[in-house]
């Protein structure tokens, strides 16, 4: 490998270990979406998600080792790196060229979990167009930081029953490119494995399927 080769290599692996996104051939690789087993990543300007599994190899050389709804491991160089969802899209194309949005991949039971961020704090998202509003237990409030007691108290039936539930606004919800404001929300008086993204999000994207994939395009 000639000197300028190496030197290539060794931009990349360093704008990879910055953060998320990371350039080949002048093209930005971002992640945008996650799944186990499966990552989902945009190249450059393109709103057209590739999917990778377990093993595939960028352009750059880079491998997708291991992925989960968390995160994806690449290897370059024979270096490893952990990247998560919340890092997607670092650059690419001029600011409002393109609507933001989020690709998601079913996992083996047909649900979209994946990894975003609530008040700039990382969560795990599983998406439920039957919740009115974005939902979440109580764990995931305090370590969010809302003071839910001072939210808007009321009544939930649920499968175990009737419970106490809180209502609240979100400052910021972010998944992929996607990054909203304001957003409705309502506390559950127990814990709960993942944190609802119903339709006081979904409802302000524009939503298309196509087989096990998810895009979400922010409208507003």
């Known amino acids: 490998m000639n000197a300028r080769a190496l030197e290539f290599k060794s931009v990349l692996l360093a704008l990879l270990l910055a953060g998320g996104a990371y350039a080949a051939d002048d093209v930005d690789i971002s992640v945008v979406g996650l799944s186990q ?5 945009t190249l450059g300007d393109s709103q057209r998600p590739r999917v990778l599994r377990e093993g595939d190899t960028l352009p750059n050389g880079a491998r997708l080792l ?3 709804p968390e995160s994806a491991v690449f290897e370059l160089d024979g270096k490893r790196r952990t990247l ?3 890092s997607a899209r670092l650059s690419g194309g001029p600011a409002g060229s393109s609507a933001a949005s989020a690709t998601l991949v079913a996992d083996s039971s047909g649900h979209f979990i994946t990894t975003g961020a609530i008040n700039g704090v990382t969560v795990k998202f599983l998406v439920d167009t039957g ?10 409030a305090r370590r969010i930081g809302l003071n839910y007691l001072k939210g808007e108290p009321g009544l939930s039936s649920t499968a175990n029953g009737v419970v106490q539930v809180y209502r ?7 998944l992929g490119d ?4 304001n957003v ?7 814990d709960m494995p993942w944190v609802l993204l119903g339709m006081s999000f979904l409802n302000r994207v524009q939503m298309s399927r196509q087989g096990d994939e998810l895009k979400l395009v922010k409208r507003f």
């Open 178 to 181: 996607i990054t909203l404001n």
């Open 37 to 41: 087993g499966r990552a989902v990543v």
């Open 84 to 86: 998560s969802l919340g």
């Open 131 to 140: 919740a009115t509003l974005i939902a979440m237990g109580v764990s995931d």
């Open 66 to 68: 291991k992925a989960t």
């Open 184 to 190: 409705d929300a309502v506390v559950h008086g127990g």
């Open 168 to 174: 609240v606004k979100l400052d910021t919800v972010r």
